[in-house]
């Protein structure tokens, strides 16, 4: 039973991971504030769902999610091009909530409040990831994959260019940049792995609906982000773990479950707000929040 | 090398250059001064695409470069190094002189790193030091060498002395006229008139959007350089 619960954390620490590392790319390393985060992960989730629930094979519809959402990321920044700091962070916010009410009022497509539920666990070449642990092991593989992509993508001479970008734009143009095409690769690349981890989600808990995207979901994601320390990949790793296990001994406590949501926020906001008066770059982070 | 004829631009709707004449011949050192509000780093920036433009023509070695994307110009052989030595702080100097050469394949970077280097050999001393740590004259030159890593043959400096000790000044604009001298045209834009007139094969000298004057060396003496800068008329 024990094991279960452990087992059950340790696939939503490989999601958040997923999630994390991604927002990571474009917020960390890219300098964009993107809140729209939760928007491709919604995109991805919705899309594998959609795409499994009438018959497609679950790595062609884990494919799909990522490849929609970064559709999606791409078109995105063409709207957002110009903006910057706080006017960017608000732009992709009200890309999440047009996502957000478009799961909740396109009925016909996602039967909007009522959700998606019966979404088949993967299964991939005729192996079917029923147990969590099975499950737990295919998070891994798949969060250790991201972590390695995205690492290399960061080392390499195409990510020291999203960290000019991020230190300054301008310079970056005037050194032979298209930085209109590099954001949108950023973005891009951002909402694909957002996508896969929404995909991993949807058929981890096999139900999803609206309320499994809203803003309140992108908050811990961007704490980790935050509190790891901006374009820093071990740090988020690290506090991708701390953030999702600090909140759990809340359980055995013997609190009521309505109190224990609320306090989960408490405990981020108060962890949010230690580490920016204390440590204002994060656990390993190279640049401070500005 | 480079002409401008009759050029209008600015910002948005407000218009700061009203029609701008510049010849710039192959292996000069041109210079532009004039009082603040002028125009000066306006001209650089239009070269640059990096201000709205009007009406009028740039021309580099007979290509019309006026629509050119502003990253698309270090193609053309252009480099620019904006105003306030806008290094990667977080980066070390070889990095910052590796994004210079986004452009360019790895074997070509490696020479002109070396390259920059012989021009500044204090560059390799530090050169895995972050950038941040350079004092301002040596970040001004790190910005330079990150330009010279395009092989440009055209050098646009805006305010290369801005908040420079003069000693640094000094050393700053003795290596702009060795960096001409191995056949780079520049334009530096300059409120340390003096001394850029002194290094500049000639100079253009504003007001308020249009050029007022435009001469070798013997410019500073002229009475009416005192009336442009003071308004006294």
Redesign the interface.
Known sequence: MIIEYFIHLFILIGIYLILALSLQLSVGFTGLLNLGHVAFFAIGAYTAALLTLNGVPFLIAFLAAGIIAMIFGFILVIPTNKLKGDYLALATLGFSFVVYAVTLNYTSLTRGPLGLPGIPKPSILGVTFSSNLSFLILTIIIAGITYFIIKRITESQFGKVFEAIRDDELVAKTLGKNTFKMKGYSLGISAFFAGIAGSLYASYITFIDPSSFTIMQLIPILCIVIIGGLASLKGTLVATIILVLLPEPLRFIGFPSSIIGPMRQIIYALILLLILIYKPKGFYGKVELT | MLKINNLHAGYDKIEILKGVNIDVKNNEIIALIGPNGAGKSTILKSI?N?CNIYSGEIIFKDKNITKL???????EGI??V?QGR??????TVK?NL???A??LDKNVMKRNIKDVYQKFPFLKEKRNEYAINLSGGQQQLLAIG?ALM?NPQLLLLDEPSLGLSPKSMKEMFNKIKEINKEGVSIIIVEQNAKQSVEIADRTYILEDGKIALNGGKEILKNKKLKDIYFGGR
């Open positions: 640059f990096l994307q502003t990253y698309e110009l270090i193609h480099s620019y904006p806008q290094i990667f702080r977080e980066l990095e590796e994004m210079g986004f452009i990150r395009q």
